[in-house]
Every structure is written in structure tokens, then in C-alpha cells.
């Protein structure tokens, strides 16, 4: 979906122009920010299915556990930190493919309506969740026409309000995904090693 700009003749010419671009280059803008995102969240498909591995092997990892863990500090040691930074990288992974906090509360001085993306035109409850109970929009064909800016200005405030938005989305996700990826690597790491360790030292015993 493009956005159509045209510049409208007038007395000044210059300052259409420069107007028409800036529209341009910040609905582009925001557009590049949405794809960020849409590719950060395929990458956290792919993390959850490294991060939930060990799950499939719970049996083995058990068994292990049970005949490895007495008496030896170091195996008993490795496998705590191990297991705390797993459940460090579920934790973040979940918080970054869970709903980020409500981006407007993040930006400041932000009196625009959030048109761009339609926010707050339905009020759901939790009865929506199970049944496709009788919705109906808060605002009326007319009102959201009256809501939408007439003027370029407008349209540039709003398309700055939603990149800011979205940009914020897009941190947080980063953020989040990058520290449950150094957390999934450093227990991948760490077991690797525990059980390098457990096979070379003869602390395997596996029955």
C-alpha cells in the first residue's frame, strides 16, 4: 500500500515541495520500522524453538541430573547457572513476543489522535476473547473523517507521532530479543561444556 502525495499549486511552490517530500520520507520511514519489526518477530519464532529443545529432552536431562549432581560442586554449580539463564531467555523471549506497553504513554508531548494506525476505535472486553459478541466503533463514519487532518502539517505531526511509536516497538523488541539470544548462548555454551566435562572426567553416569 503506497501513499499518493500531490503537490497542490499555490503561491508557494518551494514550500509544497519540501512538504510533499517530508511526508514521503517519513511514511517511509515508519514503513521501514514496521518491517524491522515483522523480521525481529520471525526471529523470535526461531529462538523459541531453540529455547524450548532442552523440554523434548527432559528425560534425558533428568536422568543426568539425578545420577551426576551428588556430590559434585561443580556439576551442581554449572547446572544452576545454566538453568537460571534459560529461564532468563524464556522470560525475555516471552516479554518481547507479548504486547509491548501501550507506545503512546512513551512518547513526549503527544496530543496527536493516532489516526495512522486507528487506536481506540473499538473497546473489547473479555467476553470478545470467547464469543464474537456485537462490537460496535466508538466514533461514526464522520466523526473519524473530522479526525483525520486536512492540512499537510497535520498529516506530518501524526506520521512523526507513529514513527516514534513504532520505533519504540521496535527498540524494546530488539532489546528484549538480543538479551534472551545471549542468555540461549551462554547456556548452550555452558552445558556444551558441562557435558564435555562430565564425559572426559567420567562424572557421566547415565543409566
Known amino acids: 500500500m503506497g501513499l499518493e502525495l500531490r503537490v497542490v499549486a499555490s503561491c508557494h511552490p518551494v514550500t509544497d515541495y519540501i512538504m510533499s517530500h517530508k511526508l514521503t520520507f517519513l511514511y517511509n520511514a515508519v514503513s521501514d520500522v514496521q ?3 515483522r523480521a525481529t ?6 529462538l523459541f524453538v531453540i529455547v524450548f529443545a532442552p523440554i523434548a529432552a527432559s528425560s534425558v536431562i533428568a536422568q543426568f541430573l539425578s545420577g551426576n549432581l551428588e556430590g559434585y560442586c561443580l556439576v551442581k554449580a554449572a547446572a544452576f547457572v545454566i ?3 534459560w529461564a532468563l531467555s524464556v522470560v525475555a523471549l516471552f516479554a518481547a513476543v507479548g504486547a509491548v506497553s501501550p507506545p503512546a504513554s512513551h512518547v513526549k508531548g503527544a496530543p496527536k489522535t493516532g489516526i495512522y494506525h486507528g487506536a481506540g476505535f473499538f473497546t ?3 467476553i470478545d476473547v470467547f464469543f464474537n459478541f456485537p462490537i460496535k466503533s466508538k466514533y461514526s ?3 473519524v473523517h473530522s479526525i483525520v487532518p486536512s492540512e499537510e502539517q497535520g498529516l506530518e505531526s501524526e506520521l512523526v507521532y507513529e514513527l516514534l511509536k513504532v520505533s519504540y516497538i521496535r527498540d524494546v523488541k530488539i532489546y528484549r530479543f538480543m538479551f534472551s539470544l545471549r542468555c ?3 547456556w ?3 552445558a556444551t561444556l558441562l557435558m564435555i566435562y562430565s564425559y572426559h ?3 557421566i553416569n547415565v543409566k
Not at 41 to 46: H, M, N, S
Request: no cysteine; charged share 10%.
Open 35 to 37: 518491517a524491522t519489526i
Open 41 to 46: 518477530d520471525v526471529k523470535l519464532g526461531f
Open 83 to 85: 538453568g537460571l539463564l
Open 124 to 126: 473489547l472486553g473479555l
Open 141 to 143: 463514519i464522520a466523526e
Open 184 to 186: 540461549t548462548f551462554l
Open 188 to 190: 548452550v555454551a555452558l
Open 201 to 203: 572426567g567420567g562424572l
